[in-house]
């Protein structure tokens, strides 16, 4: 036992007389940060070109768990369509250890803030986060990301206006026909950032009494359609009795 203890001692020893890195620490350093910069650069074929096809990826998105390359390159593309301006800044660099050993094993671990402007809204991000890497002949096999992922969608995401608008329809089917994926209506509203909800009377006297409640980020656009030709051609064609319809906007008392 004692024998055991003075191979650790001494193995430990003689990664601190190293500078207590693995050998091959300096190199996946580089490789780790110049991925990160490559993430920076929207440079997707880049960043590729650091990671082992069969990386395995720990997500911070909610319930994805462990994702292959594929799906990280889809969020990581995901990150560059949504996101300009991307910056991480505060970096701090460290060696990562063997779990079992406690011993550096070449593995890279870094703490950092990103920064970057989402476009659908211009809003600033502005995320702390945790990163690590682990290589296998040079290149990254497993990966981690610890930010909080839903929390930066929120912060980013465009201001919202609510509206309400109640009408009577000719027929409550065919209205709300108008309104799925790839309907007019449905396509109309969303190309404006508007998403809506359907609701019918619960009263089967009144079954062709409707509403819908608008989310609208671009007001402006939303109110010049809804007070124009174009919305009242779109309202009747839908089959809306236009002398029933009544928009009615959010208030805080």
């Not at 440079?43 to 390359?69: C, K, M």
């Not at 839903?150 to 309400?164: E, K, N, Q, S, Y």
């Not at 790839?182 to 359907?198: H, I, N, P, Q, W």
Request: with cysteine.
């Amino acid at each position: 036992m004692k024998f055991y203890y003075f191979i650790v001692a001494g193995a430990f020893l003689a990664s601190c007389s190293s500078g207590g890195n693995h050998a091959d620490y300096a190199a996946n350093l580089a490789s780790a940060q110049s991925a990160i910069a490559a993430h920076e650069n929207e440079d997707i074929e880049a960043w590729l070109a650091h990671f082992a096809d069969s990386l395995e990826h720990e997500s911070p998105v909610y319930g994805a768990g462990i994702i292959n390359l594929d799906q990280q390159k889809e969020q990581i593309s995901m990150y560059h369509a949504a996101f300009d301006d991307i910056k991480f800044t505060e970096g701090v660099w460290l060696p990562g250890v063997n779990p079992e050993t406690g011993l550096p094993d070449g593995s890279v671990r870094c703490y950092g803030k990103w920064t970057s402007t989402f476009v659908p809204s211009g809003k600033t991000a502005i995320l702390n986060a945790y990163h690590y890497f682990s290589f296998t002949d040079g290149k990254i096999s497993q990966s981690g990301d610890f930010f909080d992922f839903g929390g930066l969608m929120d912060a980013v995401a465009p201001d919202v206006t609510t509206f309400l608008a109640t009408h009577d329809v000719k027929d409550a089917s065919a209205w709300m026909a108008a309104w799925v994926p790839g309907a007019t209506d449905y396509e109309t509203f969303k190309a404006m950032g508007v998403s809506a909800r359907l609701f019918q009377s619960a009263n089967p006297a009144n079954a062709n009494g409707t509403a819908v409640l608008f989310d609208v980020t671009d007001v402006p656009a939303f109110e010049a359609f809804t007070s124009g030709p174009e919305g009242a051609a779109s309202a009747e064609n839908a089959g809306v009795k236009m002398n029933t319809l009544e928009f009615y906007s959010e208030q805080t008392p």
